[in-house]
C-alpha cells in the first residue's frame, strides 16, 4: 500500500478495521482501470494486427471472430495488479506471493500468445514447454508458501465440513497437490476461455468467494466460528481477490457478447494460476474444485474425449471444451454463456454453503 494511502487509513489496529473497505476500493480500482484503459488497448491491439485466429473445425458461427483483437489478459494483470499494489498491505507476504504468482503464469501465456500472433506459429511457445513452465512456478509459489507457513495447520490437508486438518502432508506432499491445483488452475480457466465472457464472470464469482474464505480464515474467532482453517494473515488475500474480481469485470466490459477484444492465454492463465494460489495458501483446494465446477468441467470433457477417440476411434462430445459441444448442439452462444455463468454462482452459493457445517 503506498506511503500517503497507508496514512490516510492509519496503521495497526485502524489499518486492519479497513480491511473490507480497502478490498471494496481495490474491486473499484481494477474495475476502473479497466473501464479507462480498456479502448486504448483495443485500438493498439487492433493497429497492430493482433487479432485472433479460429480453428477451421470450430463452429461456423465462430468464423466472424477471426481478427477481433486479442491479448486483451494484460489489461487485466495491470488492473489487478496497479489496484493490489495501491489496497493492499506489502508487507504481507502472502500477497507478494499472490501477485507474483499471478504474473509469473501471466508472462507465461505473453510469450505463447507472443509467438503464435506476431510470429505466427500455432503451436506457441510449445505444448511441453507451456506445461514445463507452469510446473515450475507452480512448485516456486508452493515452496514459497510452505516456507513462509506459520504452523502445522498451513500446510496440512483439509476437507470442508470437518474440523482440523484430515492429514499431513509434509514439503513433497504439499509441493505435489499445490502444483496440481495451481497448473490445474490455470489450464482449466484457459480452455474455459472460449466464448466471449464465458471465462470473467466465474473467475470473478470464485475471486469474491475466496476472498471471503481468505478473510475468515484470517480471523482466530471466525475461522473458528466457520469451520475453516485459521491462517495468520490470510485476510489481506480479500484485497487481491477483490482486485482480480474488479479486474475481471472491468475486462468482461469489451469483452462481453459479441466481444470487442478476447483475453488470450496471457488472461486466462494467469486469473486461473492466481485462483490456485490463493487456494492453496487458505487450504481450500477441494472448495475450489466445488466452486470452480464449471472450469472442471470444461477441463474434464476435453480429458475424456481425448481418451475416448485414443481408446475407441469415438467421440463423446460433438466438440470439447463443453461449451462447444453445447453450441453444435443449437443453442446459440449468448444462452451458453449466461447458462454457464448460472451454474458457476449456483456452485460458489454451493460452496459456501459448507461454511459453519461439522460432520
Request: one cysteine or more.
Amino acid at each position: 500500500m503506498l506511503p500517503w494511502l497507508s496514512e490516510l487509513f492509519g496503521v495497526g489496529g485502524s489499518f486492519s478495521a479497513h480491511l473490507v473497505l480497502r478490498a471494496i476500493l481495490a474491486a473499484f480500482t481494477a474495475f476502473g482501470i479497466g473501464l479507462l484503459a480498456g479502448p486504448f488497448m483495443i485500438r493498439r491491439l487492433t493497429e497492430r494486427l493482433i487479432g485472433q485466429t479460429v480453428r477451421k473445425e470450430g463452429p461456423q458461427s465462430h468464423y466472424q471472430k477471426a481478427g477481433t483483437p486479442t491479448m486483451g489478459g494484460v489489461l487485466m494483470l495491470c488492473a489487478a495488479t496497479i489496484s493490489t499494489l495501491l489496497w493492499a498491505r506489502l508487507t504481507d507476504v502472502q500477497v507478494r506471493i499472490a501477485v507474483i504468482t499471478l504474473l509469473a503464469f501471466g508472462a507465461i501465456g505473453l510469450a505463447d500468445d507472443y509467438i503464435k500472433l506476431l510470429h505466427k506459429n500455432p503451436r506457441g511457445i510449445g505444448a511441453r514447454a507451456k506445461f514445463a513452465w507452469q510446473i515450475g512456478c507452480s512448485a516456486v509459489a508452493t515452496l514459497a508458501v510452505f516456507l513462509t507457513a506459520q504452523g502445522s495447520v498451513q500446510t496440512s490437508f483439509h476437507v470442508p465440513m470437518i474440523a482440523g486438518p484430515v492429514a499431513s502432508l509434509g514439503l513433497f506432499g504439499f509441493t505435489i497437490l499445490g502444483c496440481l491445483v495451481i497448473t490445474g488452475a490455470s489450464n482449466a480457466v484457459n480452455l474455459t476461455d472460449g466464448l466471449d465472457g464465458l471465462a470473467a464472470v466465474p473467475t470473478a464469482l470464485v475471486a469474491c468467494a475466496l476472498g471471503l474464505l481468505a478473510y475468515l480464515g484470517g480471523s482466530p474467532q471466525w475461522a473458528t466460528a466457520v469451520s475453516v482453517p485459521f491462517v495468520p494473515g490470510a485476510g489481506e488475500l480479500l484485497v487481491f481477490c477483490c482486485a482480480m474480481a474488479g479486474a475481471a469485470l472491468g475486462f468482461l466490459w469489451f469483452n462481453a457478447y459479441p466481444a470487442q477484444v478476447f483475453m488470450g492465454d496471457v488472461g486466462a492463465l494467469a486469473l486461473g494460476g492466481a485462483l490456485g494460489i490463493v487456494a492453496v495458501m487458505i487450504r481450500q483446494e477441494i472448495l475450489l474444485f466445488v466452486m470452480g465446477g464449471v472450469f472442471v468441467a470444461e477441463t474434464v470433457s476435453v480429458m475424456l474425449q481425448v481418451a475416448s477417440f485414443k481408446l475407441t476411434g469415438r467421440r463423446i462430445f460433438r466438440m470439447a471444451p463443453l461449451h462447444h459441444h453445447f453450441e453444435l448442439k443449437g443453442w446459440p452462444e449468448s444462452r451458453v454463456i449466461v447458462r454457464f455463468w448460472v451454474v458457476s454462482l449456483l456452485l460458489v452459493v454451493l460452496g459456501l454453503s459448507t461454511l459453519g457445517v461439522r460432520l
